[in-house]
């Protein structure tokens, strides 16, 4: 069974900074995209960034040249660094992994959320 947990997430001031990690486990053979989206109260799921087993990368305009994304793929790990963060970036964060498990075709996995509120 294939699980991907959120950490990192949390209140903070706007300007400030978080670090968001998800880790996926289980009986996985290989992991392609990973990336995060987020889901503010009374709006739709939205892209955040996402990147490649490869490294590419892609982001929504909203946060470009504040947030980057980072992935170990020894680790099945992404990484999601936010700086400059603004009241606007207030929302749940899901982690998403394309991967195929073991006894499993290539499907889309969703973490569980993690909360960040920006407010002073």
């Known amino acids: 069974q294939v699980q991907l947990v959120e950490s990192g997430g949390g209140l903070v001031q706007p300007g400030g900074s978080l670090r968001l990690s998800c880790a996926a486990s289980g009986s996985i053979v290989s992991v392609n995209d990973m990336g995060w989206y987020r889901q503010a109260p009374g709006k739709q799921r939205e892209l955040v960034a996402r990147?490649?087993?490869?490294?590419?990368?892609n982001y929504a305009d909203s946060v470009k040249g504040r947030f980057t994304i980072s992935r170990d793929n020894a680790k099945n790990t992404v990484y999601l660094q936010m700086n400059s963060l603004k009241p606007e970036d207030t929302a749940v964060y899901y982690c998403?992994?394309?991967?195929?498990?073991?006894?499993?075709?290539?499907?889309?996995?969703w973490g569980q959320g993690t909360q960040v509120t920006v407010s002073s």
């Open positions: 990147i490649t087993s490869g490294g590419s990368t």
């Open positions: 998403k992994a394309d991967l195929k498990a073991v006894y499993a075709v290539l499907r889309v996995y």
